[in-house]
């Protein structure tokens, strides 16, 4: 009898690990359904929007194309092409300029306009919200304003005429010419770099900056030894941001100057656009933009790196 007993406690035992088993199942499949449900359209979506289009793109940069007739599959051609065409070393010289200068220029005047700003006023919210007015602009639009007030018949030259001045070579001039486009892009993108940093600046504790100007730090120690290594990760997604920016430059240039004087001004991307695709390489024109996107991968990349050995230095 007590032998029944037990047998039958053990049955009942048995069958509830089992219906507890199937439930932890059952409740993780229903999790699992759950989440795919949530994933499964961004995954589609960026799978439709994204991938395909890369994965097109270097099938097509892998061909010769002219963008009508059958695409002839010419392998590594185009990519070799690449490193002994002339226009395109030019362009990448440019290139070169136009992002190192301009990412210095608008890192360190945007930190710098930040930080004079960073206080709540509306004297302070009225400069903040003038530095970023270019931003909201359309970048040709821009470049067609600046071509008006610069060009050789623009309001400056002019104006500089009636005074018997010789004509400025702002946009004719090529040094001249890549100053001015180097100034008008830090002028149009100086403004997102003072909204990131201004933002970042009212996260640093103020009982950090209090501590160091009792310890009697001056507002330039206390700047440069507190508040920028706290708002170092905003920088270097700034830095990122700024040269992926740059180095596909491509609006302003068409406004602005239209690639001259003789190429001076002429980008990376502006060749690509304006002048291997309108000549109908479209497959050297596809390898070029596949290029391109690896690039600015590894220099994103590399600059995130060293941001983050950096603070494994700093930590140890």
């Known amino acids: 009898?007590?032998?029944?007993?037990?047998?039958?406690?053990?049955a009942?035992?048995?069958?509830?690990?089992?219906?507890?088993?199937?439930?932890?199942?059952?409740?993780?499949?229903?999790?699992?359904?759950?989440?795919?449900?949530?994933?499964?359209?961004?995954v589609v979506l960026y799978t439709v929007m994204t991938i395909v289009p890369v994965g097109v793109a270097v099938y097509l940069s892998l061909?010769?194309?002219?963008?009508?007739?059958?695409?002839?599959?010419?392998?590594w051609d185009n990519y070799t092409h690449l490193f002994d065409d002339p226009n395109t070393q030019s362009a990448w010289y440019v290139t070169t300029i136009?992002?190192?200068?301009?990412?210095?220029?608008?890192?360190?005047?945007g930190l710098a306009y930040a930080l004079a700003l960073?206080?709540?006023?509306?004297?302070?919210?009225?400069?903040?919200?003038?530095?970023?007015?270019?931003?909201?602009?359309?970048?040709?639009?821009?470049?067609?304003?600046?071509?008006?007030?610069?060009?050789?018949?623009?309001?400056?030259?002019?104006?500089?005429?009636?005074?018997g001045i010789d004509p400025i070579g702002f946009l004719?001039?090529?040094?001249?010419?890549?100053?001015?486009?180097?100034?008008?892009?830090?002028?149009?993108?100086?403004?997102?770099?003072?909204?990131?940093?201004?933002?970042?600046?009212?996260?640093?504790?103020?009982?950090?900056?209090?501590?160091?100007?009792?310890?009697?730090?001056?507002?330039w120690q206390t700047n440069r030894r507190v508040v920028v290594p706290m708002i170092a990760p905003v920088v270097t997604v700034a830095t990122v941001l700024n040269l992926i920016g740059l180095i596909r430059a491509y609006d302003l240039v068409v406004s602005l100057t239209g690639g001259g004087p003789a190429g001076a001004t002429q980008t990376y991307a502006y060749v690509i656009l304006a002048r291997s695709f309108e000549g109908t390489k479209v497959?050297?024109?596809?390898?070029?933009?596949v290029f391109l996107m690896v690039v600015s991968a590894v220099l994103a990349l590399v600059v995130t790196a060293l941001r983050n050995r950096q603070d494994t230095d700093v930590a140890s």
Request: aromatic content about 10%; overall charge positive; hydrophobic content about 50%.
């Open 63 to 75: 061909t010769d194309w002219n963008g009508f007739s059958e695409a002839a599959f010419v392998g």
């Open 172 to 219: 004719f001039d090529e040094k001249l010419a890549l100053i001015t486009l180097i100034g008008v892009i830090v002028w149009a993108g100086f403004g997102f770099n003072v909204v990131l940093f201004v933002a970042a600046l009212q996260t640093v504790p103020a009982e950090l900056i209090e501590a160091a100007a009792i310890d009697g730090a001056s507002r």
């Open 12 to 42: 009942r035992s048995s069958r509830s690990r089992l219906g507890r088993s199937h439930s932890r199942r059952w409740a993780r499949f229903r999790a699992g359904a759950v989440t795919t449900g949530l994933l499964a359209p961004s």
């Open 1 to 10: 009898m007590e032998l029944a007993e037990v047998t039958r406690s053990q």
């Open 118 to 163: 960073k206080d709540s006023s509306r004297t302070n919210s009225f400069f903040r919200a003038l530095a970023y007015y270019p931003h909201v602009i359309s970048a040709l639009i821009l470049g067609y304003l600046w071509s008006a007030i610069l060009g050789t018949n623009g309001a400056i030259n002019n104006t500089a005429a009636k005074f």
């Open 98 to 109: 136009v992002a190192v200068c301009g990412t210095v220029l608008m890192i360190g005047g």
């Open 283 to 289: 497959g050297y024109a596809t390898a070029q933009a």
